[in-house]
Every structure is written in structure tokens, then in C-alpha cells.
């Protein structure tokens, strides 16, 4: 069994920042080998992709609408994913979920999902 666990969600101004983490674990699961994405979902609308980490040589894929300024990073040594969120504006509110598979911008690449972490970007 695989278990991602998502922290570091909360509220903050518009223009402020956050760090969220993703810590992976599970008897026979590799994270090294192991591509990583995060995805969010705002009320009322469908979960949508945010960035992709691939596990060899960290390539990177970002939604237009966080380029510039979300950074995705990952510590394989202690199974674990990073987003920084910076210049955070209302349209970010969302819950931020964190997905393990294969490396891509669609739900189903992906195999193992968090229990997702809120964001709220107050005005």
C-alpha cells in the first residue's frame, strides 16, 4: 500500500506564499523511481494538473496559469515532493493534491493520490 501525505496548505494573503509538502511511503514503493505530480481542485470545478516531476534528471511540466510562479522540487532521500507557491492570488483557492505514476499531465497517468491539502487566497 502506498501513501502519499500531503502538509503545508493554509490561508494566506493574495501575493503571499506557501510551501507544500508530499511525503510518500510504502513497503515495496520507490519514490526515486517514481514520477510525481501535483494537481488542484477549486469547489465546483474538476481537479486539474498543476506540475509534473519526472524521477530521472527531474523534468519538470507546469500549468500555464502557475508558471512563473510555483516551483516543484523533490528529496529522494526523504521521499518527498515540494511546491512552493509564490505570488498567490484568489484564483489559487483550491485543494492541492499530490498524485504518484507515470509522468504526464492527466489524472489516470497517475496511480496513488493524497488526501489533499487547502489552500485559501484571501483578497
Known amino acids: 500500500q502506498v501513501q502519499l501525505v500531503e502538509s503545508g496548505g493554509g490561508l494566506v494573503q493574495a501575493g503571499g506564499s506557501l510551501r507544500l509538502s508530499c511525503t510518500a511511503s510504502?513497503?515495496?514503493?520507490?519514490?526515486?523511481?517514481?514520477?510525481m505530480g501535483w494537481f488542484r481542485q477549486a469547489p465546483g470545478r474538476e481537479r486539474e494538473f498543476v506540475v509534473a516531476?519526472?524521477?530521472?534528471?527531474?523534468?519538470?511540466d507546469y500549468a500555464d496559469s502557475v508558471k512563473g510562479r510555483f516551483t516543484v522540487s523533490r528529496d529522494n532521500a526523504k521521499n518527498t515532493v515540494y511546491l512552493q507557491l509564490n505570488s498567490l492570488n484568489v484564483e489559487d483557492t483550491a485543494v492541492y493534491y499530490c498524485?504518484?505514476?507515470?509522468?504526464?499531465?492527466?489524472?489516470?497517468?497517475?496511480?496513488?493520490w493524497g488526501q489533499g491539502t487547502q489552500v485559501t487566497v484571501s483578497s
Open positions: 498524485a504518484a505514476g507515470s509522468y504526464g499531465m492527466r489524472r489516470d497517468l497517475y496511480d496513488y
Open positions: 510504502g513497503r515495496t514503493f520507490r519514490f526515486s523511481s517514481t514520477s
Open positions: 516531476i519526472h524521477w530521472f534528471g527531474g523534468r519538470t
